[in-house]
């Protein structure tokens, strides 16, 4: 149950805008994103909960929409250190519900050119 | 405020051997999680604690454990090494507050079994 991102890669110049999907097949109860330059540890940046929610985290930002078990992340005017792996990971409740099981996306790799 | 503190930083093993590795969350937090990175597999969930008891488990055998002590500091063991464990693996320290949730990284264990 691996959530499936798009794009895989995306290369942009400084100043423009990229999305990046992230959808599963089942049912979620939360959305996670995080963002890693490589050689480092992943950066945690938002928590999206079951109900369908928007919210964002300077000129980034993202939205879940619960019944298409999607969510989609939004970067605005891009800057240079916005470059890095993106990973969703999304919360599946497992069977009787009580608990949950959090899956990562293979990540996109965004990169931000001057 | 002090980051999550993971420790070593680096260990070689050899097949058959075990292994513990240690996080110190950011004071206040609960909520320690721990996942292995490799660049096959990408980023996967092992398992998260709270309040010293296991709230969430991913999919990895019996051989990969843990526990929270009661200052929230958590312990992974991993028993009968195998090399396909050789992996980054970190602990996450979290609060959660709903959407408010922060989560932050320790910088990672690298282990090398040979």
């Known amino acids: 149950q691996q959530p499936v991102q798009s794009p895989q890669a995306v290369i942009l110049r400084e100043g423009e805008d990229a999305v990046i999907n992230c959808s599963s097949s089942?049912?979620?109860?939360?959305v996670h994103w995080y963002r890693q330059k490589h050689g480092e540890a992943p950066v945690f940046l938002m928590i999206?909960?079951?109900?369908?929610e928007q919210k964002g985290h300077e000129k980034i930002s993202a939205s879940f929409n619960e019944k298409k078990q999607q969510s989609s992340l939004y970067l605005t005017a891009s800057q240079l250190s916005y470059s890095g792996t993106y990973f969703c990971?999304?919360?599946?409740?497992?069977?009787?519900?009580?608990?949950?099981?959090?899956?990562f996306g293979k990540g996109t790799l965004l990169t931000v050119n001057p | 405020k002090a980051g999550v503190t993971q420790t070593p930083r680096y260990l070689i093993k050899t097949r058959g051997q075990q292994v513990t590795l240690s996080c110190s969350p950011i004071?206040?937090?609960?909520?320690v999680s721990w996942y292995q990175q490799t660049p096959g597999q990408g980023l996967q969930f092992l398992f998260e604690y709270f309040s010293e008891t296991q709230r969430n488990k991913g999919n990895f055998p019996g051989r990969f454990s843990g526990r929270q002590f009661s200052n929230s500091r958590s312990e992974m063991n991993v028993s009968t090494l195998e090399l396909g464990d050789s992996a980054l693996y970190l602990c996450?320290?979290?609060?959660?507050?709903?959407?408010?949730?922060?989560?932050?990284f320790g910088q990672g264990t690298r282990l090398t079994v040979v």
């Open positions: 990971g999304t919360e599946i409740p497992n069977s009787g519900g009580s608990n949950y099981k959090l899956t």
């Open positions: 089942k049912a979620l109860y939360s």
């Open positions: 996450a320290s979290s609060l959660w507050v709903g959407t408010n949730t922060e989560a932050f």
């Open positions: 004071s206040g937090h609960r909520s």
């Open positions: 999206l909960l079951k109900g369908g």
